[in-house]
């Protein structure tokens, strides 16, 4: 039966390098696939609030427990915090339910999963929530990532969570938190795949001794479930001929490469599968090496392509702040953001005049949003409550185009 490596967080706890994802199980197999996926070796469950099943993959846990299939010490339960809850009051009592609906007395780790934070919605009358309050619309509460982070503090203080970390932070945030923190966080999960690398990211995450797990490891695939146009037009991983050949050369399948990619590299991995034999395929991803060459020929399908953006949930609505573009942006140089990293500022592929094709509103995670439409802009203003500013002069590491949906380096 094959395992997973572990890795050491900086808390000394063990972490599967390996686990399986949760989202997008469905709820009628859940308790089946998690109770599958321990009997073939996976000992990590990656869930969430959001994911709706938590009751069924704590059903297929207590099945294994009690069939022993394995204890629970042995496993490595993993559960996120939803934007609805940042609130620090909602914080304690949301994970004692995601507890109570595991049927577990600890999380092994628990996530912020999004640095958002969404107005509360009591879970008697919708859970999981969802992004959006009533009508179709976002709505965001006033909790700042610093208070929800202390009460994540507390739970890890208080032993309901073994570590504590966060997710979809840029390294901008996790600088952040640093300043704020009492415990740094333990683990950092983010998308990252041959087309979405962020080794900027990943080089600040190991300087702090931050373990990173990387999601939808597969890239585009995940996202064709959903539909989505974005997922559609981008190549598949697992017919890149790179990827392809390297799997051929060491008798393994595509998938199983894209995930070595990454776990040889220390970067833990939590593939998600539907399917017995794949479900299966994706533990065995630490049995084999790949040349240096091979993980430098993978890295540089680099394009800086993100699947999973909240904010392109809605650019109806800006969450939060939004300012009046003064006389500091009254240009941009727009780059992709991974021309950005591999060639700095050098690589200008447009430059906008601000004042006149755009204006601006700085989002609560330090992103520049720029809308074409004053219309859109007023609305978001008001939907908040907020009166015009100048622009903050801090440290924003990109621009969201949210009439073309796509994010640009900024300096
Ligand atoms: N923190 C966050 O914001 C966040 C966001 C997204 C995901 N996550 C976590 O990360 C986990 C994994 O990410 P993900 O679910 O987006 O995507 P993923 O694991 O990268 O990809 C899942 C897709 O790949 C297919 N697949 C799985 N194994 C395969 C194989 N060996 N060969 C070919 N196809 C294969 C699956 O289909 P079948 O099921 O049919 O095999 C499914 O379509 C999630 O389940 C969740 O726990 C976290």
């Known amino acids: 039966m094959p395992t997973s490596p572990t890795v050491k ?17 469905d709820n009628a197999t859940c308790a089946d696939t998690v109770y599958n996926a321990i009997k073939t070796g996976y000992r990590l469950f990656d ?59 600890y999380f092994d780790l628990y996530i912020i999963h999004f640095p958002i934070a969404l107005k509360y919605v ?27 982070y202390h009460a994540m503090e507390e739970l890890y203080e208080e032993g309901l969570a073994k570590s504590i970390g966060v997710s979809n932070y840029t390294g901008t945030l996790l600088l952040d938190l640093e300043r704020y923190a009492k415990h740094l966080p333990q683990t950092l999960q983010i998308e990252h795949h041959p087309y979405l690398v962020q080794q900027d990211l990943l080089d600040l995450c190991k ?35 790179t990827v392809k050949s390297i799997a051929s050369k060491h008798g393994k399948t595509p998938a199983q490469v894209l995930l070595r990619w990454a776990t040889q590299r220390g970067v833990a991995v939590i593939p998600k599968s539907n399917n017995p034999d794949r479900l299966a395929q994706n533990l065995d991803v630490c049995s084999f090496e790949l040349a ?17 953006n909240p904010l392109n949930v809605s650019s109806l609505v800006l969450p939060l702040l939004a300012c009046e573009a003064d006389d500091d ?26 004042r006149s094709d755009f204006t601006v509103g700085l989002l609560p995670h330090c992103w520049v ?12 203003l008001r939907m908040h409550g907020t009166t015009l500013k100048a622009v903050h002069r801090c440290c924003q590491p990109c621009i969201y185009d949210a009439r073309g949906g796509r994010t640009y380096g900024l300096w």
């Open 122 to 148: 009591d879970p008697s009358v919708r859970y999981p929530p969802g992004f959006f309050y009533e009508d179709n619309k976002v709505e965001l509460s006033k909790a700042t990532l610093q208070e929800t």
């Open 9 to 25: 967080l900086n808390n000394g706890k063990q972490m599967p390098l390996v686990g399986f994802g949760l989202w997008k199980v």
């Open 207 to 241: 300087r702090r001794g931050i373990s990173v797990t990387a999601y939808s490891s597969f890239g585009p695939q995940s996202f064709l479930e959903l539909d989505m146009q974005k997922a559609k037009d981008a190549p598949l991983l697992f017919d890149h001929e």
């Open 292 to 308: 240096e060459e091979e993980i430098a020929k993978i890295s540089s399908l680099d394009q800086g392509l993100r699947f999973n």
């Open 369 to 380: 949003m720029l809308h074409r439409s004053e219309a859109r802009r007023d609305h978001a």
């Open 47 to 105: 869930g969430a609030c959001d994911y709706g099943n938590e009751v069924e993959a704590g059903q297929g846990v207590a099945r294994a427990i009690k069939d022993g299939l394995v204890k629970r010490e042995e496993l490595f339960l993993v559960s996120k915090l939803w934007n609805s809850f940042h609130d620090k009051e909602r914080v304690k009592p949301i994970c004692k339910k995601q507890l109570a609906d595991w049927g577990i007395d």
């Open 329 to 354: 942006y009254s240009t941009a140089c727009l780059s992709p953001s991974s021309h950005r990293r591999s060639g700095g500022p050098s690589v200008l592929v447009e430059r906008v005049d601000i």
